[in-house]
């Protein structure tokens, strides 16, 4: 990655509340861009940990210390970082992971997603634009949000990123479970597509497709199987409601 990208002069605009103690761990083979990664995260307040290998990861991770964000390179010695995801995620479920990848392949993001990484960042990036969506993670973990919600017979359960509809388990990808936990935090009020694509996306820019409506009609097949009241709702012209109808 060129430093050009990482030096804008207004990196410093995103600022952090609470930060002071939070703890990250780098988990990044190029040990010069992990070093830089730690010394802006660290002047932002946060402890910060470098590892340089996911054999290394893995044990830190199964240890006793307490991460608040794992930020991840994908292509790692000793243990690759797909198969670290993996292994860690069912340990750690409220974990949010932050993959760093030199791969711009839409299908290298999805498996990353798929394997339970919560967002993507595609080499080489800015600064600002990865302290953003390290404030956005953080604030989605932020301890601010019970860990059940319920609407109708519709249960999610963040902890365990589980989700059960009348004692039906259904199985949702990072994104959807995302998707539905925005839906479920608003329940009874519309979300509107901008809101879905900022908290959701991490971006505020206009999408160039229908992004939206397409992981929307995903999560809506799930939840909203045949003969069962709807749940999920289309707010013409503006976005989604979920509602007990």
């Not at 044990?59 to 991840?72: K, N, P, S, T, V």
């Not at 301890?143 to 017979?153: A, Q, R, Y």
């Not at 959807?176 to 971006?203: K, Y």
Request: hydrophobic share 40%.
């Amino acid at each position: 990655m060129g430093n050009e990208s990482l030096s804008e002069p207004d990196n410093r605009a995103v600022v952090f509340d609470r930060s002071k103690g939070r703890r990250i761990l780098i988990v990044e083979d190029d040990v010069s861009l992990a070093s830089f990664l730690s010394s802006e995260l660290q002047a932002q307040s946060f402890i910060v940990d470098q590892i340089h290998d996911g054999e290394e990861a893995l044990h830190a991770l199964e240890g006793d210390r307490q991460y608040d964000l794992l930020i991840l390179d994908l292509n790692l010695p000793k243990i690759h970082g797909i198969s670290l995801i993996q292994r860690v995620r069912p340990a750690r479920p409220r974990l949010p992971v932050l993959v760093l990848t030199a791969r711009s392949r839409v299908e290298d993001k999805v498996l990353a997603l798929q394997s339970g990484a919560d967002d993507c960042l595609t080499k080489p990036f800015s600064l600002l634009e990865l302290m953003a969506r390290v404030s956005a993670l953080l604030r989605r973990n932020s301890g601010l949000i019970p860990n059940c919600s319920t609407v109708g017979d519709l249960t999610l359960l963040r902890d365990e990123r589980r989700v059960e509809r009348n004692g039906r388990r259904i199985d949702l990808t990072p994104r959807e479970f995302a998707i539905l936990d925005v839906m479920m935090r608003n329940a009874g009020r519309p979300v509107s597509r901008a809101t879905l694509l900022a908290e959701v996306w991490n971006t505020s820019s206009e999408p160039t497709t229908n992004i939206v409506d397409v992981y929307m009609k995903y999560v809506r097949d799930k939840i909203d199987l045949p003969g069962e009241p709807r749940l999920t709702h289309t707010v013409r012209g503006f976005g989604y409601e979920l509602r007990d109808a």
